[in-house]
């Protein structure tokens, strides 16, 4: 079971950008995938969980959805800032693994 | 508050054995997995193993397994993952997790230890 994610996605300030996360094997709907944002030297921090929630302190700009047709996840961020540039990382699990996505990094030029 | 608090760093010589260790607080440490996430140096997230102390049922990262070996004390509310011959390909930092039965969401990450093997 892998996940695939574009490797970069660079957008202006104020835009609007997506960030797929493909299944390789299975439903991606069979268990839910979280996102994750890392800025250079910290560690992860989660944006969505469960498919779509966002923790307590993550901007509604953030969302996460689900495409089961084309077996893959999505992450969003509306209205671009300079802050949100950084690494995402999708992340599943099966019965017995956790994955990650290789990561995209994100450029707001 | 939940914590995990990890040791410091490391600097080992290949062949040398390593043991790190993460201290979980401000929750119910036997009910949730401790898991570990490899990053190395400039590259992706990899998760390698977890462990849950309920019971101490192990999974890991079928491409891992073998290199690492990961224990927890429950008295002591801490996990480790252990290596007997370091390789200079495990320099990385490693984080541990905590998610729990039901849904692999790491909702919470200690702040990394950075090991480093170098002759």
């Known amino acids: 079971f892998m996940l695939t994610q574009p490797h970069s996605v660079s957008e202006s300030p104020g835009k609007t950008v997506t960030i797929s996360c493909a299944g390789s094997s299975g439903s991606i709907a069979s268990n839910y995938v979280q996102w994750y944002q890392q800025r250079p030297g910290s560690a992860p921090t989660t944006v969505i969980y469960e498919n779509n929630y966002r923790p307590s302190g993550v901007p509604d700009r953030f969302s996460g959805s689900i495409d089961i047709s084309s077996n893959s996840a999505s992450l969003t961020i509306s209205g671009l800032k300079t802050e949100d540039e950084a690494d995402y990382y999708c992340?599943?699990?099966?019965?017995?693994?956790?994955?990650f996505g290789g990561g995209t990094k994100l450029t707001v030029l | 508050e939940v914590q995990l608090v990890q040791s410091g760093a490391e600097v080992k010589k290949p062949g040398e054995s390593l043991k790190i260790s993460c201290k979980g607080s401000?929750?119910?440490?036997?009910?949730?997995?401790i898991g570990w996430v490899r990053q190395m140096p400039g590259k992706g997230l990899e998760w390698m193993g977890s462990?849950?102390?309920?019971?101490?049922?192990?999974r890991y990262n079928p491409s891992l397994q073998g290199q690492v070996s990961i224990s927890v004390d429950k008295s002591l509310t801490t996990a480790y993952l252990h290596w007997s011959s370091l390789k200079a390909s495990d320099t990385a930092m490693y984080y541990c997790?905590?998610?729990?039965?039901?849904?692999?969401?790491?909702?919470?990450w200690g702040q990394g230890t950075l090991v480093t093997v170098s002759s």
């Open positions: 401000g929750y119910s440490f036997t009910s949730y997995w």
């Open positions: 992340q599943s699990y099966d019965s017995r693994n956790g994955v």
């Open positions: 462990i849950y102390p309920g019971d101490f049922d192990t």
């Open positions: 997790v905590r998610h729990s039965p039901a849904v692999w969401h790491y909702d919470s």
